[in-house]
């Protein structure tokens, strides 16, 4: 064998503090930022992942694993016979269905389009129906490879500026819808390419309010892709805000929600960094556009609202870490006032997280058991909601392990 040969790294197992080395530096997470998140010093960092220490116990390794964004538990624990998804859930049943409509290429010439009014009154129930449905995932993906198709063909054949506008406005939006369809599954590309030819079709329309949606959503992709992504998501998010300011002295509610929603998206990035006077002052300036919607208004695509702002409360202090913040946040929202189930779970999983970074691991439970009722497929694919069960399934309660398991079973995570 030559003795010039590369050696492969993967020839010996990597230790637990050299995975957790690894995957801190891809996602471009420096030491004491980590050890921020983890309430840990950066030196206690510095001896895990020089070995030092031994690994630490589940609860530890499922609260790294949450801060380094780690999809599989395997990549951290460097054991492949019993991998957990955390950040990515199950591939859903008509995930494939909507991927080759999305990939579908080249596209379909043939038949009449529908016109995009009536691509818009579909989308409009698609909306509805995403946001009535427990399990929206499963309404959502059997509406989109249809829409899909049909909004692209619609882009095709328009022959008037208009008509081309308007075709790509609705081509944008079914786009959004399959990105909340596809966000959290087994396809991070496929999440990419919608949420580019979103923002492209975004800005083939000129509609500002359809360009303020493909953003949020491309912003949200941005943060969700780690620290090191922190930045393009601002970059668009506060682009975006700029483009839309000069029109909200006489804006529709819709784009004064999407303005706010955008908006409160900086502040969630700024929490995640640990900004909190960025992240609180984010959060007043959405307060204050949400005031001026009408008390009953709902934002179709980004749940913007009067009735959300509590709920957008408790993530900052929750990706705050501050457990106490939290709590009482959680005490001063009112989750019945969220017209939307998948948003009312996700709200009740924010809550959950609170009562754990507090102490209180029952109330998490019974906050998750909450946000099942609400949305099955929300918790079914929510890292966080899947990382409290876990941990909590390794209590040292007896009564807290039998409930964690029982929620696991449900979620389908956990065997019966």
């Known amino acids: 064998m030559p003795t010039d040969a590369t050696p492969d790294p993967y020839i010996e197992p990597l230790a637990f503090g050299q995975r957790v080395q690894l995957l801190r530096t891809r996602r471009g997470m420096p030491r004491h930022v980590l050890a921020g998140l983890l309430g840990m010093s950066p030196s206690w960092v510095k001896q895990i992942e020089n070995g030092r220490l031994q690994a630490p116990k589940l609860s530890m390794v499922l609260r790294i694993a949450e801060a380094l964004r780690v999809g599989n538990l395997a990549e951290l624990t460097g054991d492949a016979t019993t991998p957990s998804a955390l950040f990515v859930g199950p591939g859903h049943e008509?995930?494939?269905a909507v991927r080759a409509a999305v990939d579908c290429f080249p596209p379909a010439t043939?038949?009449?389009?529908?016109?995009?009014a009536h691509l818009r009154a579909r989308l409009a129930r698609?909306?509805?129906?995403?946001?009535s449905a427990p399990n929206h995932r499963e309404v959502v993906g059997r509406l989109l490879p249809d829409l899909i198709s049909d909004a692209q063909l619609a882009a095709r054949q328009a022959d008037s500026g208009v008509q081309r506008r308007a075709a790509q406005a609705v081509l944008a939006e079914v786009y959004s819808l399959a990105q909340f369809f596809i966000a959290y599954q087994p396809d991070s590309a496929l999440l990419w390419r919608v949420a580019e030819r979103g923002m492209v079709a975004a800005a083939e329309s000129g509609d500002p309010h359809v360009i303020g949606i493909a953003a949020w959503l491309t912003a949200q992709?941005?943060?969700d892709s780690g620290p090191s992504h922190y930045d393009a998501a601002d970059a668009v998010n506060l682009r975006t805000l700029r483009f839309?300011?000069?029109l909200l002295s006489e804006a529709s509610d819709d784009l004064l929600a999407i303005a706010g929603a955008l908006q409160f998206e900086a502040g969630y990035t700024a929490a995640r960094r640990g900004e909190a006077g960025d992240a609180w002052r984010h959060w007043d300036t959405a307060r204050e556009m949400a005031e001026r919607l009408p008390a009953d208004y709902y934002h179709p695509v980004t749940s913007f609202s009067r009735a959300v702002m509590g709920a957008h409360a408790v993530t900052v202090a929750v990706e705050l870490h501050a457990g106490r913040e939290s709590v009482r946040q959680v005490a001063a929202a009112d989750a019945t006032t969220?017209?939307?189930r998948p948003r009312r779970a996700r709200h009740r999983i924010e809550e959950a997280r609170g009562y754990q970074l507090d102490g209180q691991p029952d109330a998490a439970l019974a906050s998750l058991s909450k946000a099942f009722a609400a949305a099955p497929e929300t918790v079914r694919y929510n890292g966080y909601a899947r990382r409290i069960v876990l941990e909590e399934a390794e209590a040292k309660s007896p009564a807290r392990r039998r409930r964690a398991a029982e929620l696991g079973v449900r979620i389908g995570m956990l065997a019966a």
Do not use: D
């Not at 043939?110 to 995009?116: D, F, H, I, S, V």
């Not at 698609?126 to 946001?131: F, G, Y």
């Open 110 to 116: 043939t038949g009449e389009a529908p016109p995009p």
């Open 244 to 246: 839309l300011r000069p």
């Open 221 to 223: 992709a941005h943060r």
């Open 126 to 131: 698609a909306w509805q129906a995403r946001h």
């Open 338 to 340: 969220i017209p939307s």
């Open 94 to 96: 008509r995930l494939p």
